[in-house]
């Protein structure tokens, strides 16, 4: 299972997530300009390192994430995180219209709600569910991400 993460992550890297992953550095990049928003500039790098290498990872919410992440989520959506979900939802329909590139399409959605309102989120590995009962609960909730 980890050579297919990987081996999908390769070819999305090749693809697509290097222009996603010079989109949030660019807007990580404006947002450290001034000492108010360097926590978007934070969370825009973290994203830039999740959209090189999505496949086996996802992201929870942070413990302790409270109003002043919901706050900074409605500003960091009025300035960055319309355009970058655009990107990632043009590229997810694009993907989508071959049959090969569906997966590379619905993790290109899923990244869409991220770059929507990162704040409060971490990284997380996922594992395999151990049998089909448990297929969809594959998050490591103490495992910090690669």
Request: charged fraction near 10%; include cysteine.
């Amino acid at each position: 299972m980890d050579t297919l993460k990987a081996l999908l992550n390769l070819v999305w890297l090749v693809l697509h997530g290097w222009m996603l992953a010079l989109a949030y550095l660019l807007a990580g990049v404006i947002a450290c300009l001034l000492v108010v928003t360097i926590p978007f500039g934070i969370a825009a790098f973290r994203l830039a390192g999740f959209v090189v290498w999505p496949f086996g990872r996802t992201t929870v919410r942070a413990p302790g994430a409270g109003v002043a992440s919901a706050v900074g989520n409605v500003l960091w959506f009025l300035v960055a995180g319309w355009w970058l979900a655009l990107v990632h939802v043009a590229a997810g329909i694009a993907f989508c219209l071959t049959i090969i590139g569906i997966p590379f399409g619905i993790a290109s959605f899923k990244l869409a709600a991220v770059g929507l309102f990162p704040l409060g989120k971490r990284v997380v590995e996922t594992t395999p569910p151990r049998d089909w009962l448990h297929a969809g609960s594959g998050v490591v909730h103490g495992a910090p991400a690669r």
